[in-house]
């Protein structure tokens, strides 16, 4: 079947302009998590979605930093006034329920490249 | 705060040699931990998940420890192939909250 799917794959964005970043989750799958990946370390957390309600948001960065799910599926990551540091891949990964038992599937992710 | 450490950062050995490689976790509060392996360009695929009720899991030629009160994880890799190079990332799931947290993984090239 399907995994997760993101859009787009890549992305280059000029300091200070606003980004978008979309992820598809597998469908039926309940949560959902976003994750930032610099280059050469692990990813981090950012932020975790149950259906249509942001439970956690506590890795966000900034308040540039913004993240929806408002149907409980698709679920789209922006970044407002994007800044060099900003550079990075973001993961994101869903899960079948919620609760820590199961495992959680990752999409590609976006490399996104602030110049 | 978890923090979750990975030696060594890269590794290099010929084909058919056996590996481990190690992850350290600072506290033990742990649900679960996970390997992942991430290939240039794509995400993260699952390899093993250890309960953290249990001591060891296996899969074909992988196989990973789990020390909880120690803080520690191996993964083993018997007969390495070159198919195997990729960054191995090790991560750890808190009692608190639903996210992972993830080591800076360790780089593994296989020569043939």
């Known amino acids: 079947g399907a995994g997760v799917s993101q859009s787009p794959r890549y992305k280059v964005a000029k300091r200070g302009q606003d980004v978008a970043l979309r992820c598809d989750p597998i469908s039926g799958h309940v949560s959902l998590f976003w994750y930032q990946q610099a280059l050469g370390q692990g990813p981090e957390f950012l932020t975790y979605f149950q259906n249509e309600a942001q439970l956690d948001k506590s890795g966000l960065p900034s308040d540039r930093f913004f993240a929806e799910r408002p149907e409980g599926s698709v679920s789209t990551l922006k970044i407002q006034r994007t800044q060099q540091e900003d550079s990075a891949v973001y993961l994101c990964?869903?899960?079948?329920?919620?609760?820590?038992?199961?495992?959680?599937?990752f999409g590609p992710g976006t490399r996104l490249t602030v110049t | 705060k978890q923090e979750v450490t990975q030696i060594p950062a890269a590794l290099s050995v010929p084909e058919g040699e056996n590996l481990v490689l190690n992850c350290s976790f600072t506290?033990?509060?742990?649900?679960?931990l996970q390997w992942f392996r991430q290939d240039p360009g794509k995400g993260l695929t699952s390899l093993l998940l250890i309960q953290s009720s249990q001591r060891e899991q296996t899969s074909g030629r992988l196989n990973a420890s789990l020390d909880k009160s120690s803080g520690r994880s191996t993964l083993y890799i018997a007969a390495s192939q070159p198919g195997d190079s990729a960054t191995y990332l090790c991560a750890v799931r808190p009692n608190y909250g639903q996210n992972f947290v993830f080591g800076p993984g360790t780089r593994l090239s296989v020569l043939p």
């Open positions: 506290d033990s509060a742990i649900y679960n």
């Open positions: 990964a869903s899960s079948l329920e919620a609760g820590r038992a199961y495992e959680q599937y």
